[in-house]
């Protein structure tokens, strides 16, 4: 599976974005598929992402501001992210593999596909 992320800019703090993960030519139908973000000097950390079978987690630190959703062919995903703030600022990166479990979806090892990443930059 190729995975396309796009979206990324510079905003304002209190700004909104929508990223996409675009599969190329497929359906993620019974992939888990995540949004992960890495800034500057720290790892990679999980976002948002769905379960093979449908469901949903994100990161405390993005509840109430992000929300993952997807089309209903299901070859993208998006994450509208709203109330930007200044620690959003990283690189996204999309993810997805058909093998994951849901407990590990967390897990930015489990997922075998991975976009190129897109750049989030939130001024203060």
């Known amino acids: 599976v190729q995975l396309q992320a796009s979206g990324g800019g510079l905003v304002q703090t209190g700004g909104s974005l929508r990223l996409s993960c675009a599969a190329s030519g497929r359906s993620l139908n019974g992939y888990a598929t995540a949004w992960f973000r890495q800034a500057a000097g720290k790892e990679r950390e999980f976002v948002a992402g769905f379960t093979r079978s449908g469901g949903s987690a994100s990161a405390d630190s993005v509840k109430g501001r992000f929300t993952i959703s997807r089309d209903t062919a299901k070859t993208t995903v998006y994450l509208q992210m709203n109330d930007l703030k200044p620690e959003d600022t990283a690189v996204y990166y999309c993810?997805?593999?058909?093998?994951?479990?849901?407990?590990?979806?967390?897990?930015?090892?489990?997922?075998?596909?991975w976009g190129q990443g897109t750049l989030v930059t939130v001024s203060s």
């Open positions: 993810a997805a593999d058909r093998q994951i479990i849901t407990s590990s979806i967390r897990t930015q090892s489990a997922y075998d596909y």
